[in-house]
């Protein structure tokens, strides 16, 4: 046992005493050459542990990642004399501080929070033939454009660029890693750390080196890794709680056509109730997507379709009860006055007929024919002269007021059958353009290669990772 505690002991003072050999004269700024001209390869591969959040207002991708860089340094190097004649023991790694040893400098470049280093600086594994092992963790918010066509049955294509800070292309080589000779052209997704997202999948996740021919290998920009995240959004939460109660609402406003045709106050008042309803939809809407007038999001193009039909409701209920409330009589007379001048008139008939009453029988009139009773009324008093004249006012007013209901009857009918042809058009507006909006949605899928006129899927040639099926 203390020899084992003796070795152990000895082993990482030789370890201590390796890391202060390596650090003698060792200048972190400097990059590792050993001959002029020599350019420096580093090779980076990225795993993702959890795709945080998508925030559209802000066009910003949150992603916590781990970026593996290697390189070899020949100063850290100790398998070859001298350092091998007094470390030679020593074949496994040691960890070494990053802070203390040269680092490539490589950055995300599409960031939009200006964090431009990893989260934590963790030690790097050295080998002792000076190749460097460096996986630090880092939490990412790149910028991602966002295509708001078809909110909230989209997907989007985001990218993390990543390229030195401080050398260009005739001095460090970036290269995508190889494992079993072979690039790794993807995000890396271990499905044991992995965090799934509740509102987006990965559908592609490829990786690339990208040469940009514009600028010259002098120039930073030159060369860049690219990591893609093709990721389309999961709608139920929409669906549930904006796309079911704006279409149940809005489809209340069809309802008004069976209140009757001469309640255009009420059938207003239900229609524009619906419409603040949906504005307030139209708000909620206008809260989560982008600031951008290059495209109109689906949802959006929805609740301004429906707020256009509520509209044409409430016209066609103004103009139905305009229909139904016209009377010929309309600017002449109104209905307050018909009433009193045929109240007015029927006290008339009834004194004329008590006097009738009371002369016709010493007239000598029993029995007449109508030819003795126009006889007879011609020698009548003045008074039942009048009488007879009234009433015959009177019936004539009575079959011009049975005219009048008559006329005014059949303008409620057209009324009614505006009302109903209004009906039956909503409807079909309402239902095929609600169908036809959404359904533009539901052929709206992601490609099903990453990109146009390359048939690879760059995935890993073993079919072992599922999170993205």
């Known amino acids: 046992m203390k020899v084992a505690s003796y070795c152990l002991t000895l082993h990482l003072l030789l370890f201590h005493s390796l890391v202060k050999d390596l650090m003698i004269g060792y200048n972190k700024n400097v990059r590792p050459m050993e001959k002029s001209g020599d350019i420096t390869k580093v090779t980076v591969k990225m795993t993702l542990t959890n795709l945080i959040s998508l925030n559209e207002k802000e066009e910003a991708l949150t992603t916590s990642v781990w970026i ?3 390189w070899c340094d020949y100063r850290l190097r100790w398998d070859q004399p001298p350092r091998s004649a007094l470390y030679g023991n020593l074949t496994s790694q040691m960890r070494i ?3 203390s040893i040269w680092l490539p400098d490589i950055i995300l470049e599409n960031n939009v929070d200006g964090k431009f280093e990893v ?3 963790c030690n790097a594994l050295v080998s002792p033939d000076g190749c460097v092992y460096w996986l630090p963790p880092a939490i990412y918010r790149s910028a991602c454009s966002i295509t708001v066509n078809y909110f909230p049955f989209d997907w989007q294509n985001c990218s993390m660029v990543f390229r030195s800070q401080s050398y260009n292309a005739n001095e460090i080589l970036l290269v995508l890693t ?3 000779n072979q690039p790794v052209e993807w995000v890396v997704i271990d499905p044991e750390a992995f965090t799934e997202n509740g509102e987006w999948i990965i559908k592609h996740r ?3 080196k990208l040469i940009n021919k514009r600028y010259t290998k002098d120039e930073l920009e030159y060369q860049e890794v690219v990591f893609f995240l093709i990721i389309q959004r999961k ?3 929409y669906v549930i709680n904006i796309i079911v109660p704006c279409v149940l609402i809005s489809s209340l406003g069809l309802l008004v056509y069976f209140l009757p045709a001469k309640a255009g106050g009420q059938k207003c008042t239900v229609s524009i109730m619906i419409l603040l309803a949906q504005t307030v939809f139209l708000i909620l809407i206008a809260k989560k997507v982008p600031e951008t007038s290059q495209a109109v999001p689906l949802i959006g193009k929805y609740v301004v379709f429906v707020m256009s039909v509520t509209i044409i409701v409430v016209m066609n209920c103004v103009i139905v009860l305009n229909v139904s409330l016209r009377s010929p009589n309309t600017h002449m007379l109104t209905n307050k006055s018909r009433k009193v001048r045929v109240w007015h008139k029927a006290n008339v008939v009834f004194h004329c007929f008590s006097a009738l009453r009371f002369e016709l029988p010493y007239s000598g009139l029993d029995g007449g024919t109508a030819q003795d009773l126009r006889a007879s009324l011609a020698q009548a008093s003045p008074e039942v002269r009048q009488c007879v004249a009234s009433c015959k006012h009177i019936a004539q007013s009575a ?3 049975n005219s009048f209901d008559s006329e005014n009857e059949e303008w409620f009918l057209v009324g009614r059958v505006i009302d109903r042809v209004c009906f039956i058009a909503m409807v079909l507006s309402f239902f095929l353009g609600t169908v036809g909006i959404f359904l533009t949605g539901h052929f ?3 490609p099903s290669v990453p990109f146009p006129g390359d048939s690879r899927l760059y995935l890993p040639p073993t079919k072992n990772n599922t999170i993205d099926e």
């Open 206 to 208: 490829p990786a690339k």
């Open 97 to 99: 501080p990053s802070k």
């Open 444 to 446: 709206n899928q992601p």
């Open 119 to 121: 989260a934590m600086y």
């Open 178 to 180: 190889e494992e079993d």
């Open 235 to 237: 709608p139920l939460f």
């Open 399 to 401: 079959r011009q007021q």
């Open 68 to 70: 593996e860089m290697q």
